[in-house]
């Protein structure tokens, strides 16, 4: 029997039953709360009102995914693209109330486009320590005719102070390698033989190639507008935290960064203020329990992408070997 796109299509969405069961799960703060009320919970509401409420000095990891500086659409609401000064403006407005929120040892990462990441750059470095800017490849993308297609996003990475904690071994890339180098013995160097081809575990640079956005076919993928992958998250939750820490996203959306939170063993709270995006991340967080699994991360590391069938074979062989 062939199987037709639409059989293939997997994208979450909601239907209206599920969108009432859903809505009773969602939390508003209209005052402080005790941090035990409110982990692992979704807060449907503008995330200036929501960071008022919340305590002091809890959080281990700040993942900030804001509205870029251009015209967007999300749902019910939707960014206009503004002057570099004004969206300047918009970052204080919001960053500088969060930063409340953080422990000393704290990390924070702010997602922007080439548009927006200088006015990210100037607004949070006079606030933060700058760590890096991790620069990641959109596979998708439309080309342009007049310009060069606009197929990157950055990330930057800050920290509270010089006291944090990073941990390079959980987020090493399995790369394909291409000449494969044997010493004089005859024995890989700094590489595996491997079934289904060889690979080397690299150290990740801040220039990450191997992610691709969520489409139709993948079990992540949302209507959400701009969505990002699970695999990006996770990089940086393992690299950022330990198992218990407590990640917040202001800016949740389909909710992928309590998904990752959730499947990786660390506590989450999610604020986003359109509904219907809250019930999706919350329908995703009851998902997870059944598909623990994140697209591209196995066995412990992080594939290059297209390497899903050398993930498999690794995965059976580990799994005999145990
Ligand atoms: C770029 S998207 C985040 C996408 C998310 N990282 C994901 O993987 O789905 C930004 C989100 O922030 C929400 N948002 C914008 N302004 C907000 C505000 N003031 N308070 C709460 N949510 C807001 C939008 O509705 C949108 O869903």
Redesign the pocket.
């Known amino acids: 029997m062939q199987i037709t796109p639409k059989q293939r299509n997997r994208t979450i969405v909601l239907g209206e039953a599920e969108l009432v069961r859903l809505r009773q799960k969602l939390v508003y703060l209209h005052s402080t709360t005790d941090l035990a009320n409110i982990l692992g919970t979704t807060i449907c509401?503008?995330?200036?009102d929501?960071v008022a409420q919340l305590p002091d000095c809890f959080v281990d990891l700040l993942?900030l995914?804001?509205?870029?500086n251009l015209d967007?659409v999300?749902?019910q609401?939707s960014?206009k693209q503004t002057t570099f000064e004004n969206y300047k403006r918009y970052l204080q407005q919001?960053l500088k109330p969060m930063l409340r929120l953080l422990k000393p040892t704290a990390s924070v990462y702010i997602?922007a486009d080439w548009r927006s990441s200088p006015a990210v750059f100037v607004v949070a470095s006079e606030l933060l320590l700058v760590r890096n800017r991790i620069t990641w490849e959109r596979e998708k993308g439309r080309g342009a005719k007049t310009n060069w297609k606009n197929c990157s996003e950055d990330i930057w990475f800050f920290t509270v102070s010089e006291d944090y904690f990073f941990n390079v071994d959980a987020v090493k890339l399995k790369r394909k390698v291409l000449a494969p180098y044997k010493d004089n013995k005859g024995n890989p160097k700094d590489w595996e033989l491997a079934d289904g081809g060889n690979f080397r575990l690299t150290h990740p640079s801040n220039l990450w190639t191997d992610l691709t956005v969520p489409f139709w076919s993948m079990p992540e993928n949302?209507n959400?507008?701009?969505?990002?992958p699970e695999k990006l998250?996770a990089k940086i939750i393992l690299a950022s935290t330990q198992p218990n820490d407590i990640v917040l996203?202001?800016?949740?959306?389909?909710?992928?960064?309590s998904v990752v939170a959730k499947k990786l063993g660390r506590q989450f709270i999610g604020?986003?203020?359109?509904e219907l995006?809250c019930c999706l991340a919350e329908k995703r967080l009851e998902l997870a329990k059944k598909q623990p699994a994140i697209q591209g991360y196995s066995d412990g590391v992080f594939w290059e992408r297209n390497t899903l069938s050398s993930q498999k074979r690794a995965n059976s062989l580990h799994k005999n070997e145990t």
Do not use: I, M
């Not at 995914?65 to 870029?68: C, L, V």
């Not at 604020?271 to 359109?274: K, Q, S």
């Open positions: 509401q503008d995330n200036l929501a993942f995914d804001p509205p870029y967007k999300f749902n609401s960014f919001w997602c949302t959400h507008p701009t969505q990002k998250l996203d202001p800016f949740l959306g389909s909710g992928t960064t604020v986003e203020r359109d995006y």
